[in-house]
């Protein structure tokens, strides 16, 4: 069962243009995770944010969460071509350690 | 830096063939996770495992079994091969207690002929 949905499905923009991309759950959370894929590799974890926070920031990414709407954003910053990749919300539910990945932005930065 | 690594890039196995998915993580966690991706439906987990030899079914199980027999190495086992799980399978670790992160192993290309 995919409990993230990410929107939009894919993104191009221009070196240095701001890149936004949403996820949207359906259940109570316990945290909301980003990571970050380049093609044919492994996941890399970018940020975590918990239920009881609203915003984070880290580095060039910011981070927003709203549990009311069950809706998170990731904002990249001064886009560059290095963060051409897929970029995946997971959510971790109450309860367990596991976590339940949305089906990812591919998002494409040409310089 | 917390090293998760798995035994193969690309694999070519036939049908019916029994094949084994090996990861090893250095990192001491307690948890370790198998998933598989495909294009279009991200990533689903197929086993869990909270300690040595504990192991909870996620999402998508059949024709898989798991085993965890030491606390950094964590194995998927396709009983017999079929052209419908060739996929991506990425391994995957993390502390346990509900907050941490989960580190990924670069991934096995599995191809099914």
């Known amino acids: 069962s995919q409990q993230g949905e990410e929107d939009p499905q894919a993104l191009s923009i221009q070196e240095g243009e701001n890149a936004t991309m949403n996820c949207s759950y359906k259940t109570s959370i316990n945290n909301l995770q980003w990571y970050r894929q380049n093609s044919g590799r492994g996941l890399v974890h970018l940020i975590l944010?918990?239920?009881?926070?609203r915003e984070k920031h880290s580095g060039r990414l910011r981070v927003t969460l709203d549990t009311s709407k069950k809706s998170s954003s990731l904002l990249i910053t001064a886009s560059r071509a290095a963060d051409t990749a897929s970029y995946f919300c997971?959510?971790?539910?109450?309860?367990?350690?596991?976590?339940?990945f949305g089906t990812g932005t591919r998002l494409q930065v040409f310089p | 830096d917390v090293k998760v690594t798995q035994s193969s890039r690309y694999l070519v196995k036939r049908t019916g063939e029994k094949v084994f998915l090996e990861c090893v993580q250095d990192m001491d966690h307690e948890n370790m996770f198998w998933y598989r991706q495909d294009p279009g439906l991200g990533l689903r987990l197929i086993y869990f495992?909270?300690?040595?030899?504990?192991?909870e079914k996620g999402d998508i199980p059949e024709g898989y079994s798991v085993s965890r027999e030491k606390k950094e190495r964590f194995s998927l086992i396709l009983e017999s091969a079929s052209t419908n799980q060739t996929s991506m399978y990425l391994c995957?670790?993390?502390?346990?207690?509900?907050?941490?992160?989960?580190?990924f192993g670069p991934g096995t290309r599995l191809t099914v002929t």
């Open positions: 995957a670790s993390s502390y346990s207690e509900f907050r941490y992160e989960q580190y």
């Open positions: 997971a959510t971790g539910l109450k309860g367990t350690d596991k976590l339940i």
């Open positions: 944010i918990r239920s009881n926070e």
């Open positions: 495992s909270y300690d040595v030899k504990m192991k």
